[in-house]
């Protein structure tokens, strides 16, 4: 029985400078350690993929007098996710269209042949945020307009109009797949209204709703045990989590129920999880329910986090503010559990997530997921005392 699991990337920390030939073959000079200014992406959220990319500043290329900054990703097996961003002053900017920009060059950059991950495509580009307190963060990481393969320098854009009101502005660059993936002079200027703008920071984006279907990405065959989690689920976990098996249940799903299940025979912490865009609930009270099954689970507080099986909501993707609710140990029947929040107005934390996880053995199954605003007069969940007491370790 093999895992169909997606596991949290975890980015190795180095550091780049810029190749002039994208066809030799992927470059293995040590990579120099990024600036304090710039952060990682890759771990956790709705670009979460198993393998590990490194990035950095290549030192062992030459690029015009300008650092060389990189991903590279060798995983053959997995799709990996790899990407780093820096924070610019938005100040000058208020109220401008501006064009944020780099260079580009790439080697190799395909996709990796595995059937848990069908969907992933090998490709890079650049990556932007914008965020104001009345709106929240808006980013963008022109998936329509990536690079592959094998190419020269070639510059990537994007312009937008900046709020009067904007918090921050952030960019970076990233890749997936297998490969590698140069950037240099990224900078951010102004320019003219007459310039076209190609980010458009109104209206939500098509991740606003979540998609609760749990629609399997193939159909169940008659030897299948799991099937991968459905698009836009991720699952997510400690290294054991290997393994588990994490997705939807191909059995329950034959005989007529779309459900999402884990499955652990040694104690380990993991979850489901599904991401959705903030801002359209901001100010809202929401309910997220659903039907749970559990068949011996046995709970282990080793690692951390809320024992058992349990169905999860936050007010933000921020990990100190899960939620947890419908903490089911042993085996039992299919029990309706709700969770209801209040999501808070001004954050700017982009995304909330929401999902199902299992920390210790056994298997859990959650069916019929609904998520939907209720009136303000409907109870919220109160937070568990051992989650409000240590909420880092919730989840």
Same mark, same amino acid.
Request: hydrophobic letters at 40%; glycine letters at 10%.
């Given at each position: ?62 690029? %015009? ?135 458009h920071l109104n209206g939500p984006r098509p991740d606003a709703i979540p998609d609760l279907s749990l629609a399997p990405v193939a159909e169940p065959r008659p030897t299948d045990h799991f099937l991968p989690p459905p698009d836009r689920w991720l699952a997510l976990g ?129 069916? %019929? ?27």
């Amino acid at each position: 029985m093999k895992p169909r699991v997606l596991l949290a990337a975890l980015v190795a920390v180095n550091l780049v400078h810029a190749a002039e030939s994208p066809l030799t073959p992927l470059d293995g000079s040590p990579l120099v350690t990024l600036p304090t200014s710039w952060t990682f992406m890759g771990n956790g959220g709705p670009q979460a993929l198993p393998g590990k990319c490194e990035l950095g500043i290549d030192s062992g290329k030459a690029g %015009d007098g300008q650092a060389l900054y990189t991903v590279r990703c060798t995983n053959a097996a997995l799709p990996s996710f790899g990407g780093a961003r820096m924070r610019f002053d938005v100040a000058p900017y208020r109220g401008k269209r501006v064009r944020v920009s780099a260079e580009l060059m790439a080697s190799g950059i395909q996709g990796v042949a595995d059937p848990r991950y069908p969907n992933v495509a090998g490709e890079a580009g650049l990556w932007i945020s914008v965020g104001t307190p009345r709106t929240g963060a808006k980013s963008d990481r022109m998936e329509n307009r990536t690079i592959k393969g094998s190419t020269g320098w070639e510059t990537r854009d994007f312009v937008v109009d900046i709020p009067a009101d904007a918090g921050n502005l952030l960019a970076g660059y990233w890749m997936q797949g297998k490969g590698q993936v140069w950037m240099r002079n990224l900078k951010v200027e102004e320019v003219p209204t007459t310039v076209a703008v190609n980010f458009h920071l109104n209206g939500p984006r098509p991740d606003a709703i979540p998609d609760l279907s749990l629609a399997p990405v193939a159909e169940p065959r008659p030897t299948d045990h799991f099937l991968p989690p459905p698009d836009r689920w991720l699952a997510l976990g400690e290294q054991t989590f290997e393994l588990c098996d994490a997705g939807i249940d191909a059995k329950l799903l034959a005989a007529g129920q779309r459900n999402l299940s884990i499955a652990c025979s040694v104690p380990v912490r993991g979850s489901l999880r599904h991401t959705f865009e903030a801002q359209p609930w901001w100010g809202k009270r929401v309910r997220l329910s659903g039907w749970l099954k559990t068949d011996k689970v046995e709970s282990t507080a080793e690692g951390g986090g809320r024992p058992g099986a349990s169905l999860f909501l936050s007010t933000t993707a921020d990990s100190n503010a899960v939620i947890y609710n419908a903490t089911l140990t042993g085996t039992t029947d299919w029990t309706y559990e709700e969770i209801v929040i209040d999501i808070p107005a001004g954050s700017l934390a982009p995304y909330i997530p929401m999902g199902l996880s299992l920390n210790g053995t056994g298997q859990v199954w959650v069916r %019929d997921l609904k998520f939907e605003e209720v009136s303000h007069d409907t109870p919220v969940t109160l937070m568990s005392e051992a989650v409000r007491n240590n909420p880092g370790r919730a989840q």
